[in-house]
């Protein structure tokens, strides 16, 4: 039987985690379309693994439209929005099945095989609990998902359980957790540190896009209270949070820490950065779906300090593979990191033991293998 026809969608072509995810997720499928509302970074990647990317003529700046807009503030660009459908409704028909990489991307790419008749996956990158979306969004959401959806791929059990107390159907959800493969760099820490312009001392980071949510604000009224500790912030505010930036800089000059704070910007070298701290932190103050980053430290041997919410228990094996602290508490981040900095050798069992379980449980290529049966079973029909 010839392969499956996919469509994937995305509305963004901005590179953010579930991006990334994406695009290595395609791998199988050169040959493939992919369906994306505005141009961007994506386009290029996704074309560059043997995508036909089509840009739709109606896509522009749907992705400004802010995750807490209500449907009636949406509404003036309704006429804009059915004709974007009736592009994805188009290109869809040409294809076996369509796989919505992003929200936006599900309620159109829902509403479009609606009319075409075409079976459709969700990849669900998010939590969707009320710290995240507004309600209404989260009933369209799940309503369209139980209506149309033959399967929804979720990141994490935390992300399915999130779904399902939104109102999802347990029946069409399936955990995938993401994928990555890291090859450690063979160069010590003083040696990363002085090739990277990085200083040498004690030196933790956090390495996510710029939001509120992601805390690192928290890590910055921790390091006031660690003295000589330097911190990497790297990111940008990829979605429109840029005052989010502009109260980090002041926050890191009220509290007196300048000095020992820098601000590196959107980087492609995340995980080299990693191997050269003492630890990473992830001081997201709500749940993430997944974290991308806690696996990519865990590939490249250094330890993690997370914030006990969404994924990252599980991830981290309940603090076997990295330590949990409570979020949006500085004082128990404190606590954590001058413990680890204190006595490195102390964590070297830990993150060895997290080093294989990130190559066992979060390697691309089951993630690859998993949707690619998915994808499969249903293009033929099945339930998976
Ligand atoms: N990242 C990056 N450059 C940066 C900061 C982060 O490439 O300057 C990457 C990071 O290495 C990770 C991804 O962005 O692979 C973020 O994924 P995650 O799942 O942690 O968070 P998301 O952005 O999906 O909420």
């Known amino acids: 039987m010839d392969p499956a026809r996919v469509m994937f969608v995305n509305h963004t072509s901005t590179v953010s985690g579930a991006e990334l995810i994406l695009a290595d997720a395609v791998q199988p499928w050169a040959g493939a379309t992919a369906f994306l509302f505005e141009d961007g ?99 369209l959401q799940v309503t369209l998902a139980n209506a149309r959806a033959a399967a929804v ?112 910007g959107q980087r492609d070298d995340v995980p080299l950065l990693m191997q050269a701290v003492d630890a990473v932190v992830h001081p997201s103050i709500h749940p993430e779906p997944f974290g991308r980053t806690l696996v990519e430290a865990m590939l490249g041997g250094t330890p993690v300090v997370a914030t006990r919410t969404g994924a990252a228990a599980e991830i981290l094996e309940e603090g076997r593979a990295g330590l949990l602290v409570p979020p949006s508490d500085p004082a128990a981040l404190v606590a954590a990191l001058s413990g680890l900095l204190a006595d490195p050798a102390a964590a070297a069992g830990q993150v060895a033991h997290a080093r294989d379980r990130a190559r066992t449980h979060y390697g691309v290529a089951r993630m690859r293998g998993e949707i690619a049966a998915l994808i499969g079973a249903v293009a033929r029909g099945e339930r998976p």
């Open 41 to 139: 970074p994506l386009n290029r990647a996704l074309a560059a693994r043997g995508l036909t990317v089509t840009r739709a003529r109606r896509g522009g700046n749907l992705a400004a439209l802010r995750r807490d807009s209500s449907p009636l503030r949406a509404a003036p660009l309704a006429a804009r929005l059915a004709a974007l459908t009736g592009e994805v409704a188009a290109c869809a028909r040409r294809h076996d099945v369509v796989y919505a990489n992003s929200q936006k991307a599900f309620v159109l790419a829902a509403l479009a095989t609606t009319v075409v008749r075409r079976p459709l996956i969700w990849h669900l990158h998010d939590i969707l609990d009320a710290d995240h979306f507004g309600v209404l969004q989260r009933r």
């Open 153 to 264: 791929v979720v990141p994490s059990t935390a992300a399915a359980r999130a779904f399902v107390a939104a109102g999802g159907s347990a029946r069409i959800v399936r955990v995938v957790a993401n994928g990555l493969d890291v090859t450690p760099d063979p160069r010590s820490r003083p040696v990363l540190r002085r090739d990277l312009g990085l200083p040498q001392a004690l030196l933790v980071g956090v390495f996510s896009r710029l939001a509120h949510w992601k805390g690192q604000h928290v890590l910055l009224s921790a390091l006031a209270g660690l003295p000589g500790v330097h911190a990497l912030v790297a990111g940008a505010p990829l979605f429109g949070e840029d005052a989010y930036l502009r109260e980090l800089e002041a926050q890191a000059v009220a509290l007196g820490i300048a000095d020992r704070v820098h601000f590196l």
